[in-house]
């Protein structure tokens, strides 16, 4: 328990860096307030990253119900606290631009990926479950739940960050590459925590 307050802690101040965005973000701190084009990466990744966002959320929620292991619960709350506010961000960014919050453009097309084939069964995008997998999380409980809960989200975790780091790279707006990169932080320390969690459970990830 200590060892994962102490790696939880750690992701945790990697957000808090991040959540303070959102003050600069209406103030303007890049000097002249700028607004991204509907077809630039700062629009696309916010559109990507909060529907990315709330798959992560439905299934922490999911999980909270199927298991009565505290350290899991604990961390099914901080990731759907966590994804949730940042879901929130990022809508309320697009708002601020005066763009809309879905696009004709096929998703990961703003990191040029515009030729990824259509979503498998409701996985829109890299690292996010499939319908059928989230039907079947719904159905288990107790140490099966868990360990299919922790290796969807270490998958949907790498997902997110391949996603963020696009960001880092692309967007234009420093505070949403600041976000992108305090998200990178903070899954890439649960992807590490969530292997300690799936071989105490004599599970792995999946390849």
């Not at 103030?27 to 709330?54: E, I, K, L, N």
């Not at 995008?125 to 059928?132: F, Q, V, W, Y």
């Not at 739940?145 to 420093?174: N, S």
Request: hydrophobic letters at 45%; one cysteine or more; a negative charge.
């Amino acid at each position: 328990m200590r060892r994962y307050a102490g790696r939880l802690a750690g992701a945790v101040a990697a957000l808090l860096a991040a959540v303070g965005a959102i003050t600069y973000a209406v103030a303007g701190d890049d000097g002249a307030a700028r607004t991204p084009a509907a077809d630039s990466a700062d629009a696309g990744f916010a559109r990507d990253m909060a529907v990315h966002h709330q798959q992560a959320v439905e299934m922490s929620y999911i999980v909270r119900d199927r298991t009565e292991d505290e350290e899991v619960r604990r961390l099914a709350y901080d990731i759907a606290q966590t994804q949730a506010n940042q879901r929130g961000m990022l809508l309320g960014w697009l708002d601020l631009w005066g763009l809309p919050k879905v696009s004709s453009d096929p998703p990961m097309a703003w990191m040029g990926m515009g030729d990824m084939p259509a979503g498998e069964d409701g996985a829109l995008m890299p690292g996010m479950a499939t319908d059928a997998e989230l039907s079947r999380l719904q159905k288990l409980d107790g140490k099966r739940a868990e360990v299919l809960y922790l290796q969807l989200m270490t998958e949907h975790h790498r997902g997110g960050v391949h996603m963020a780091e696009g960001c880092v790279e692309r967007c234009a707006v420093g505070v949403e590459k600041r976000l992108a990169q305090g998200i990178v932080q903070a899954q890439r320390s649960e992807i590490g925590l969530m292997a300690d969690m799936l071989r105490e459970r004599g599970a792995a990830p999946r390849s």
